[in-house]
């Protein structure tokens, strides 16, 4: 007799949102938990153990850690999968995370850089080997961060509804992707010191954009491009892309992306009129660790721009405290940070084109 069991497969990044949730519920945070979500689920486990800075911590004697089954530190292994996982679906919003090839390189660690490669020739039977040089600098990338920040209600954590997940994910990934992307491809972002990194743009001359051919203006970017074509990737966003499409000349490009000429093409809504052509191999990208917080006695300033809070004051507007409210913050941060190490984007304002 055979028998049948459906099993739901949990969604990328739910455990992670799970444990946001866990962390911020209170000291009802266990029983809820397993009513919710059983009592092997990584969010019970974890609360269980007393947390994972316990397990890390922990300052009795106790046997070696490893990930296996049954050892302390196999928590460990887990909560850094679940972490893995939430910004692997922050990547897949992301033009990070969509386009393979960049440079990856470690934050805050020294990097020597080639602005200009070696060169080889053909040589003659007994003619001396000519000499090549190559210029370097030595530069490192320092550690920049992106945070979301979201205030749920008691009620809101307390509901049994799988959908509330799915939207605390949601809203948390998103805004971290928008994020990163707004800060990318926007070439009028000049950067912050010591805050955020200027965009892949910022800087560099716009290409002329046709307004009457979508396909010369392609051509414009790649007559402009200064590095090697072979690796280039278009980007845009939907409505940009979408009106490149020409039945003729550029037949598989669409509001998904697709390609231009054979170049590879991915939308994202933060590009805005701007079209963007990269080589990602010239681009340094580095992305550290992740963390997660979470507050039910914080007061927080309730609003989303315009911030006024004074770090030496305390001061600001429309502060709200959390516990008054019934209500817990909960904020992911992304450490991410990048820099053009050589010649490698063109863009073009379709917008002024228009």
């Avoid at 990602?280 to 911030?307: K, N, Y």
């Amino acid at each position: 007799m055979s028998r049948i069991v459906s099993v739901r497969p949990t969604l990328k990044g739910i455990d992670f949102t799970r444990m946001a949730m866990a962390a911020a519920m209170g000291p009802e945070a266990r029983d809820i938990a397993v009513k919710r979500w059983g009592e092997q689920s990584l969010a019970v486990r974890v609360a269980n153990a007393g947390g994972v800075e316990q397990l890390a911590f922990n300052k009795a004697a106790v046997a070696a850690g490893s990930t296996v089954s049954g050892n302390w530190a196999e928590l460990l292994a887990d909560e850094e999968t679940a972490v893995t996982e939430f910004f692997e679906a922050v990547r897949e919003r992301s033009i990070i995370g969509r386009i393979a090839g960049w440079r990856n390189v470690p934050l805050r660690t020294r990097l020597v850089c080639a602005n200009s490669g070696f060169t080889a020739a053909w040589i003659g039977e007994a003619e001396p080997v000519s000499l090549s040089a190559s210029a370097f600098t030595e530069d490192n990338l320092p550690s920049r961060k992106v945070s979301a920040l979201t205030v749920v209600t008691d009620e809101m954590l307390d509901s049994a509804d799988p959908q509330v997940e799915l939207l605390i994910r949601n809203d948390l990934a998103g805004a971290v992707a928008a994020a990163v992307d707004q800060t990318l491809l926007d070439p009028t972002n000049a950067g912050v010191a010591g805050v955020m990194p200027a965009s892949l743009s910022n800087g560099i001359t716009a290409t002329t954009a046709s307004g009457t051919s979508s396909a010369q203006t392609v051509r414009n970017l790649i007559a402009d491009f200064p590095s090697d074509l072979s690796r280039a990737v278009l980007i845009a966003s939907p409505v940009t892309l979408a009106n490149l499409y020409d039945a003729n000349q550029l037949p598989n490009i669409g509001v998904r992306g697709g390609n231009a000429i054979g170049i590879p093409a991915f939308a994202s809504e933060q590009a805005g009129d701007y079209l963007t052509l990269i080589d990602p191999d010239g681009i340094a990208m580095g992305a550290g660790t992740t963390d997660l917080r979470t507050s039910r006695e914080a007061t927080i300033e309730m609003l989303d721009s315009s911030l006024v809070q004074d770090p030496s004051t305390g001061t600001g507007t429309a502060m709200v405290s959390l516990f008054q409210i019934n209500a817990a913050a909960i904020m992911a941060t992304q450490f991410v940070n990048w820099e053009v190490v050589r010649p490698s984007v063109s863009y073009a304002d379709v917008g002024a084109a228009s």
